[in-house]
Structure formats: structure tokens, C-alpha cells
Nanobody, 119 residues
């Protein structure tokens, strides 16, 4: 059993910054990719950023240059540093972690954390 605990969401003004964290715990032998997604009201969940086990990061065009994803493998934790936040970044942010078990890859989702950017 694997649990993901997210933290760091909140209310921030336009142009502000927030840092999200997602810590994985439980029966973990090897973590593959880790990522952040978001879902705004009335919209589909979308990929924000993903980082591979080797540290390669990719971003949605809408957040490039503003958001930075990182991971601490010793702590099984992924971070999302969000700078220059805009009102359109308002959404529930979810982390997703791919965990290898033998030849199988299982995806686990965090519970979501609300990020609200006010003008």
C-alpha cells in the first residue's frame, strides 16, 4: 500500500509564489516518473510538469519559465515551485507517482491541494 500526501496549496495574489510538496510512503521499492497535474472547475485534468527518475523535467507550455519541478529520491518526495502565479493557474493540483513493482508499473494519485490565485 502506498500513500501520497500533498501540502503547500493556498491563496496567493497574482504574481506570487507557492511551493507544493508530495511525499510518498508505504511499500515502495522503486519510483519511476513523478508529476503534477491540475484541474480547474469545469475543465479536464491537465499535465503541469513531470520529472523522470533520472531528473529530466518537462512542462506544459503554459507554465514554462514560471514553474519548476524537482524531486528528492531519498525522501520519495516531489516538489513544484510555482512563481509568477496567474489567476488562470487557479486549480486543484494533484501529484502522480509511478511505482515499479516487479515488471508492473502502478500509478498513484495524491488527494489534491487547492491553489487559488487572486487578482
Amino acid at each position: 500500500q502506498v500513500q501520497l500526501v500533498e501540502s503547500g496549496g493556498g491563496l496567493v495574489q497574482d504574481g506570487g509564489s507557492l511551493r507544493l510538496s508530495c511525499a510518498a510512503s508505504g511499500s515502495i521499492r522503486s519510483i519511476n516518473a513523478m508529476g503534477w497535474y491540475r484541474q480547474a472547475p469545469g475543465k479536464q485534468r491537465e499535465l503541469v510538469a513531470v520529472i523522470t527518475s533520472g531528473g529530466t523535467a518537462n512542462y506544459a507550455d503554459s507554465v514554462k519559465g514560471r514553474f519548476t519541478i524537482s524531486r528528492d529520491n531519498a525522501k520519495n518526495t516531489v516538489y513544484l515551485q510555482m512563481n509568477s502565479l496567474k489567476c488562470e493557474d487557479t486549480a486543484v493540483y494533484y501529484c502522480k507517482v509511478g511505482i515499479l513493482s516487479g515488471i508492473w508499473l502502478y500509478d498513484y494519485w495524491g488527494q489534491g491541494t487547492q491553489v487559488t490565485v487572486s487578482s
